[in-house]
Every structure is written in structure tokens, then in C-alpha cells.
């Protein structure tokens, strides 16, 4: 197996003595899609938050791409939450793409000619060409999450960490969205997003993380994203509990289906 | 007008320009009261830095003072933190209790030196020509101006310089600190800078209308633009226009310069938030009137599409039947009526009969179908 894109060893975070990550180990494929599920508060943003740098664990070990995040930074694209900036910010929206650059240009240089020109590229990968020029507060949430994702793409990483990219969009989104992960996997990079709609992960992840403060499973989705996996993570509550997952695993010819769509009915009728 | 009426409204317009722009970042971030709870503290470090040099003048009460602001500025966050009191609440603690040091050491050891507290307060610009800045025997204009001026200069250069990295932290501080500008260090530099301002403001127009001065002006151009560089502009110039209209009113009305210049940074915003062409109360009215009889004129044209042909055409498509079968006043329905003539989508008849044009049914059908 070759090296991971990221590795995580006994990693625990607290917020005032209270654990919200408890002794994780994750290994995540380089150059695959990989999904960390879990019910509310598993600390599935906190996971991805440590990965980052920006909360500081209680204990354990982060290496991306073999190095300290300090070190791997620019190797490393991040989409936050949607909710978590004030969208009427008074700004356009390829400036906020810009913002994407940022860190290669480092303290006090601003972004030039090159740059703007990476920048309308991305819009363009995600579909917003048009917008670029349009003031922020006028997007929909799904053209809002575009744009985030046009500025992870501009920082051109070889690790993606996005926060619920998927949340509240949509379909045309969604399907944006999709596209642009699957050709990012073309290339070679790494993809972990935290995501909520469970229905989706076999179809568009490779590899799963479920966790619920601990980890519970973890790998291709064929083998961890199981019935009992995922009845562990959520407590029996589990959401389109309806056949969610095959359990055993479906054969793995299944995924090779020419029809992505039979493939999902397949997939999720079984159970019931 | 006289030199000294230029001096004074040279140093107003610095004050203001210099409170404008910090202010922009601190409206965005939804700090306005830490401006008030800075521009209150300060006064601590002036006292005790008076009490260490015995000058009113010397640059280190500027420095201590600035130092009290950020001081100021991390104990609310460190309040905070504890989560026993919200953040509002934080400030409201600790810059009363700052400056109430501040007061009762004034008071009882200060009394007799040249620090009252009504030049706290208010600040005493129409003194500031007065206090001259001397080199060598040389005059060089007051010393405020000095002051002020150096601050400005700071500002513009530190907005200038780290414009980039202000805007990314303000707007989302998690991706900053992802891409390795730490928001923090941001924050304190910003909070100094600031503190650093409060103070030489402070001096001319108190501690009470800093806040003004910093507040109001961006919250006006916030009315009027969706850019930040345009925003930017936009503050210094309303500030900078308040503190010179609010000058000439304070001498027409034989008033305080610094309340003048304070409550025309009011007006400028009461004006902004009434007539801004697209986010202000007038606009908004007059945006959600002409929706209405919009809306109701495509409830007419469906209304007359439905009856058009049918045996009661005649009774039900007249100006006078819309009032009692649509429900809307007389007034209202020749608006309306007058409102669909004028786009070309209706006719009126002799009789009063209201017919759809070509162009009229084209629509009426289309809404119908949408």
C-alpha cells in the first residue's frame, strides 16, 4: 500500500475536558474520495478542524503527505462550512475565489494579473463564469458552496478537506459538485468531505470514515459503510436506515455497473 | 475664516478620516462596542502614564494608553472565554471598570493638574491650535495635528500594506489561519492600531464621540456600496465632510466642534440609511409599492383573460367591478388599471370595459401557465 494522504494516530481533541475526539486512527487513501459520516456532534468538523491545525489536539499525531501540517500547507485546500462567513461581506465573488491564492502569495503581496486569471478558471470549473463579478449576497446557497469550491480549486492542492459540501445545495449543485470531485480524482488528489446524506457515500466516495467521537469503521465503502457500522455510529437512529447499506457487502462487480442509477437501486433496495 | 478656523478644520478632518477607516474592519467584524470600550479605557493608561512622567504631553501616555486599549480588547476575550458571560456583556464589564479606575485616580490625585474630565469627555478641538508644536524655537503647526496626522498616515500605510490579509481574516478567519496568516496576530495589530487611534482622537474630540466618528461613517457607506476599497473611500469622505459641515454648525450654533462633528456623522447615516438608492427605507418602500401594483396588475390581466368572451364580460370586466371582486379600493384599481394601460396590456373602452391587448393575453396566459 502506498503512503497515506493523511494519518492520523491516537488523535484526541477536548473542549473543556470534554472529549469530542477520543484515540482516533485514520489513514486516508491518497488519490481517492473519502467520506467521514457520523451523526451530530461526532466531531466529524472537529476531525477535519485537527487535520487543519486550527483546534489543538489533546493528544496524537497528524501527518499529511508525511509532514507536520505546518510544513504540507500549501499542498492543502480547505472548504469551510458555508454558514461560517457572513455572506454579506462586501465583496464579489471572483474575489473571494482570489482569496484562494492567498497563501502562495504569502504576507502583504496581492494578487495580480496570474492570479486572476486562476481564478476565473475555477469559476469556470464549478459552472460561475458569469457571477464573477457579482456581489456576494446576491448567491443562492448552492452558488455560494460553488464558489467555495472555486477557491479550494485555485489553491491547485493535492489534499482537499471540505466541510459539508453537499449541505443545503441544489441538484444542479450537487451534480457540479460531484464532477468536480470525480475529475479531481483524475488528477491524482485527495478528498475528504465531511458528509450528511448517507444515501450518497457508495456513490460518490471510494472510502468511508464513520465515526460518532470514536472511530467506528473505516475504509473502502464496499467493506465499512455496513448496516452495523453505521447502527453503532448513530445509535439504531440511522437515517434512510432503509436498506442504507448492504450488509454483507454487495458483490463487487456492482460498482462497475455501466448504469450508475440501477446501481444505486441495487444498492439500496436490498435491505428493506 | 480665520488660521486658526483652517487648523482646526484640518485637524477635524484627520480625526475623522482616521477613525473612519479602522472603523470599516471593525464594522465588518461586528466589533463597533469594542470602539467604545477602547476609547473609555484608554483613559487608564493616560493617568498612569501621567503619574509615572508628569506630562501631559509625553509620548509615552500615548503608548501606555494604546496599550490599556488592547489590554481592554483581551480581557473581554478573556471573559469571554470562560463562557459565564456573553461577549456584550464581557465589554460591558471591563471598560466601565477601567475607566472608573481611571476617573477616581483622576479625581483624587489629578485635580489640580490640567486633566478634567470634561476635556475627557469631549475633547477640546477648538484648544488644539493652541497647543503648538515647537523645534528649536521653530513653530510647526499644533501639536495634534502632529498626532493625528502620523496616525493617519499609519493607517492608510497599514490598510494599504495588509489590505489582503485584513479582508481574508475578517471574512473568514478559519481559511486564514489554514493558509498560515494568523488571525490572531491580525487581531491584535488590528485592535492596536485602533487603541493607537482611540487615543489621538481621544485628545481632540473625547472618548464618547471616537466612537462616533469610528462607527457611524462606515455604516453609512455600508448603505451605499457593495465594495470594500469603494466602502473604504466612502467612510473617509462622509467623515471627513461631517467634521466639516458639523464645524461651520458649531459656529453658527456657537455649539461644542466635537458634538457638531459627531451628530452630522449621525445625520450623514440617517440620511444614508433613508435615501441609499437600493438598501435604504425610501427605495424599499417604494420598491414593495411598485411589486404590488405589479402583482395586482397581472391579477387583473388573469382576471379579464377568465372572463374574456364569457356572457358576464360586460359586468365583470369594468374598472368598478375590480373593487368588489378583486377587494381593492377605487384608488387602488385605477392604478392599476392606469398602471396596465400604460405597459400596453390593456384597453379601456368607452364604456368602461376593460380589454387585453395582443400583447396583454400573451402575458396573461404565460403567467397562468408559470
Given at each position: 500500500m502506498t503512503e497515506p494522504a493523511i494519518e492520523v494516530n491516537d488523535l484526541t481533541v477536548a473542549y473543556h475536558e470534554r472529549p469530542v475526539l477520543w484515540d482516533m486512527d485514520v489513514r486516508v487513501r491518497a488519490g481517492a474520495l473519502t467520506a467521514i459520516v457520523g451523526p451530530n456532534g461526532a466531531g466529524k468538523t472537529t476531525l477535519i478542524k485537527a487535520i487543519l491545525g486550527l483546534v489543538s489536539p489533546a493528544a496524537g499525531r497528524i501527518r499529511i503527505l508525511g509532514r507536520k501540517y505546518r510544513e504540507a500547507r500549501r499542498e492543502v485546500a480547505y472548504v469551510p462550512q458555508r454558514g461560517t462567513v457572513d455572506w454579506d461581506f462586501p465583496t464579489s465573488v471572483l474575489d473571494v475565489v482570489l482569496m484562494g491564492t492567498y497563501g502562495g502569495l504569502g504576507w502583504m503581496r496581492r494578487p495580480g494579473r496570474k492570479e486572476r486569471e486562476r481564478a476565473e478558471a475555477a469559476l469556470e470549473q464549478v459552472g460561475m463564469e458569469a457571477f464573477a463579478q457579482r456581489q456576494i449576497s446576491q448567491l443562492s446557497g448552492g452558488q455560494q458552496q460553488r464558489v467555495f469550491l472555486a477557491r479550494a480549486l485555485v489553491q491547485d492542492a493535492s489534499v482537499y478537506l471540505m466541510d459539508e459540501p453537499f449541505q443545503g445545495v441544489d441538484a444542479r449543485t450537487e451534480r457540479a459538485i460531484v464532477e468536480v470531485l470525480r475529475h479531481l480524482r483524475e488528477r491524482g488528489k485527495t478528498v475528504v468531505a465531511v458528509h450528511h446524506a448517507l444515501q450518497t457515500v457508495p456513490e460518490y466516495f471510494d472510502d468511508v470514515v464513520i465515526l460518532n467521537v470514536r472511530k467506528i469503521a473505516a475504509g473502502p465503502v464496499a467493506e465499512a459503510f455496513t448496516e452495523q457500522h453505521l447502527r453503532t455510529a448513530y445509535g439504531g437512529r440511522?437515517?434512510?436506515?432503509?436498506?442504507?447499506?448492504p450488509s454483507p457487502p454487495a458483490t463487487p462487480g456492482v460498482q462497475e455497473s455501466p448504469d450508475p442509477a440501477a446501481d444505486r437501486r441495487g444498492t439500496f433496495s436490498g435491505g428493506a | 475664516m480665520t488660521w486658526i478656523d483652517v487648523e482646526i478644520q484640518l485637524l477635524a478632518v484627520v480625526v475623522a478620516v482616521s477613525c473612519a477607516l479602522p472603523g470599516v474592519f471593525l464594522v465588518l467584524r461586528r466589533m463597533a462596542l469594542m470602539s467604545d470600550a477602547i476609547s473609555h479605557s484608554i483613559l487608564l493608561g493616560i493617568v498612569l502614564a501621567f503619574f509615572v512622567?508628569?506630562?501631559?504631553?509625553?509620548p509615552l501616555l500615548v503608548v501606555a494608553a494604546a496599550a490599556t486599549g488592547v489590554l481592554t480588547v483581551g480581557l473581554v476575550e478573556l471573559l469571554h472565554r470562560t463562557r459565564k458571560v456573553k461577549e456584550d456583556a464581557a465589554i460591558a464589564l471591563v471598560f466601565p471598570a477601567l475607566f472608573s479606575i481611571a476617573v477616581i485616580l483622576i479625581s483624587r490625585y489629578a485635580g489640580s493638574v490640567h486633566l478634567d474630565l470634561d476635556a475627557v469627555l469631549l475633547g477640546e478641538i477648538a484648544f488644539a491650535p493652541f497647543r503648538r508644536l515647537e523645534v528649536g524655537g521653530m513653530d510647526l503647526g499644533p501639536r495634534g495635528l502632529w498626532l493625528m496626522g502620523a496616525i493617519l498616515i499609519l493607517n492608510v500605510l497599514t490598510i494599504l500594506l495588509f489590505y489582503k490579509e485584513l479582508k481574508l481574516c475578517t471574512f473568514d478567519a478559519g481559511l486564514a489561519a489554514a493558509l498560515g496568516f494568523s488571525p490572531v496576530l491580525v487581531h491584535y495589530a488590528f485592535m492596536t492600531l485602533v487603541s493607537g487611534t482611540a487615543v489621538g482622537a481621544f485628545d481632540s474630540v473625547g472618548s464618547i464621540l471616537v466612537v462616533a466618528l469610528m462607527i457611524a461613517p462606515p455604516a453609512a457607506a455600508y448603505l451605499l456600496t457593495d465594495r470594500l476599497p469603494h466602502l473604504l473611500l466612502l467612510s473617509g469622505g462622509i467623515g471627513a465632510a461631517s467634521a466639516v459641515v458639523g464645524f461651520w454648525l458649531a459656529r453658527g450654533l456657537d455649539a461644542s466642534i466635537a458634538g457638531s462633528m459627531a451628530t452630522m456623522t449621525g445625520v450623514t447615516f440617517l440620511l444614508a440609511l433613508l435615501f441609499a438608492p437600493d438598501r435604504g427605507v425610501v427605495a424599499g418602500v417604494r420598491r414593495r409599492a411598485r411589486q404590488r401594483v405589479e402583482f395586482a396588475g397581472e391579477m387583473l390581466m388573469i382576471h379579464v383573460l377568465n372572463h374574456?368572451?364569457?356572457?358576464?364580460a360586460r359586468v365583470e370586466n369594468r374598472e368598478d367591478h375590480l373593487q368588489e371582486?378583486?377587494?381593492?379600493?377605487p384608488d387602488f384599481a385605477r392604478r392599476v388599471v392606469r398602471h396596465a394601460e400604460r405597459e400596453g396590456l390593456i384597453i379601456r373602452t368607452q364604456g368602461g370595459e376593460l380589454h387585453l391587448t395582443p400583447l396583454g393575453r400573451e402575458f396573461a396566459r404565460h403567467r397562468m401557465i408559470h
Open positions: 440511522v437515517p434512510f436506515l432503509q436498506g442504507v447499506a | 512622567v508628569e506630562d501631559i504631553t509625553h374574456e368572451g364569457g356572457v358576464r371582486h378583486l377587494r381593492w379600493s
